[in-house]
């Protein structure tokens, strides 16, 4: 009687995907294609998402962890997207993968988290799996979205265009960061903000262009520049008075992170935990965390 065969074990890769902050973020008008055009700073920091592309286990997605709630199990989840955008430029088949997601970044918070999931698939696809140049990599994370590009760099870097366009900066230094997470999000938030600040002038991208220019390694959290802020309190219901507390308490300005609604601070490591202390009992999650380089730069 012949033996009987083990099937094979899949071929499994897994990485972290880092949130991010905006440093700067500045809207410099809307384009042609329906797009804003935007200057802005980026950072990854430590909170992260962990991502495992499995081949060998037949297509399917799964999540788990303390911000699966939300996070869509269809074709519209970030991370299947990406894998589509791989397959239509070369990559594997869809049908013979599975993604698996732990969620920790909160979703819908302007933090960035389905699209460093994206991202990071496309860096296994890439790097780990082989199955996937760069060249194609970058073209599959620009038609997934405008963050994705960016969290194929991570780090400290400067995106432009819709975010398509980025260039690696230096690192800062170590820094701490707090994010103050509201209990609720709002629908379509992303496109109502841009509508929103389609009503006042603006930007011309001199933050970003300064920042850039100086190199700068260490940021105070009143450094910070979101364009967004000017109309987040009419966008978000409730943000205003939470945020108007935060500060009072900690004695510092707290900020918008990307399109919102989470808010966060960010200064010397040293602060961090006594500054998360602060919002005992204010309505938000708060997340103590730190500014982190990229998992990818060699």
Request: aromatic share 6%.
């Amino acid at each position: 009687m012949p033996a009987k065969r083990s099937p094979p074990v899949p071929d499994v890769f897994t990485a972290l995907a880092p949130a991010k902050l905006n440093l700067t973020l500045e809207v410099l008008g809307r384009r042609p294609d329906g797009y804003h055009e935007i200057d802005t700073v980026l950072q990854t920091i430590a909170l992260a998402d962990e991502v495992t592309v499995a081949f060998g286990r037949g297509r399917g997605l799964s999540v788990e962890g303390p911000f699966k709630d939300g996070t869509p199990l269809d074709d519209s989840n970030l991370a299947l997207a990406a894998a589509h955008a791989a397959q239509e430029r070369g990559g594997p088949a869809v049908e013979s993968l599975h993604v698996g997601l732990v969620k920790r970044i909160p979703p819908a918070g302007g933090l960035g988290g389905g699209a460093s999931d994206a991202a990071t698939v496309l860096r296994l696809l890439q790097d780990d799996h082989g199955a996937l140049s760069p060249a194609a990599a970058a073209a599959a994370a620009a038609a997934v979205g405008s963050d994705e590009p960016f969290f194929l760099v991570g780090g400290t870097a400067r995106a432009r265009g819709r975010g398509e366009v980025v260039l690696p900066l230096p690192d800062i230094d170590d820094h701490g960061v707090v994010l103050f997470i509201p209990p609720t999000t709002i629908e379509r938030k992303t496109a109502r903000m841009f509508a929103a600040i389609d009503a006042l002038p603006f930007d011309d991208g001199r933050v970003a262009r300064a920042f850039a220019a100086e190199r700068r390694t260490v940021v105070a959290s009143r450094d910070v520049f979101n364009a967004f802020e000017r109309v987040a309190f009419d966008v978000f219901p409730g943000l205003a008075p939470l945020w108007e507390q935060l500060e009072a308490r900690i004695g510092d300005a707290v900020h918008l992170a990307g399109a919102g609604p989470t808010l966060f601070w960010i200064g010397p490591p040293a602060d961090t935990m006594t500054v998360a202390a602060t919002a005992a009992g204010l309505d938000c999650t708060v997340i103590p965390t730190s500014t982190a380089g990229s998992p990818w730069r060699r």
